[in-house]
């Protein structure tokens, strides 16, 4: 089940790639990006805690079981809200490094020379 969701997850963030950028890479914008980033880890943090509410035993299975494992957890470990902070912040670092790496390559004008092995 676990890894038919992860499927279902990686399809809906093509999705949303599809729509955010219909042209193509050339049409990344610094706010759509962070736009893009918030939604993704958003997206990604209320389906692995809601997929954790129907498979644990440790939470209810009512509406106050899925907010608990939106936003505490289960008792005895740090609250879940914690893990989607860090992990946007981490998205967001990651994103743009790569966004700001992928432009100084881009602009950067590199010159190949061949020459013969020397043995």
Do not use: C
């Not at 992990?87 to 020459?115: A, P, Q």
Request: neutral net charge; glycine residues 4%.
């Amino acid at each position: 089940m676990v890894l038919n969701s992860n499927y279902l997850l990686f399809t809906s963030v093509f999705i949303l790639y599809r729509i955010f950028f219909k042209n193509s890479v050339e049409d990344l914008k610094l706010t759509k990006l962070g736009i893009f980033t918030f939604t993704n880890s958003l997206l990604f943090y209320v389906f692995t805690n809601t997929i954790s509410f129907f498979t644990d035993v440790e939470y209810s299975k009512n509406i106050y079981g899925w907010v608990q494992s939106l936003t505490i957890g289960e008792p005895g470990y740090p609250a879940t809200i914690y893990f989607f902070t860090n992990s946007f912040i981490g998205d967001l670092i990651f994103t743009y490094t790569f966004i700001l790496l992928y432009e100084y390559l881009r602009n950067k004008k590199i010159v190949y020379s061949i020459r013969p092995l020397e043995v």
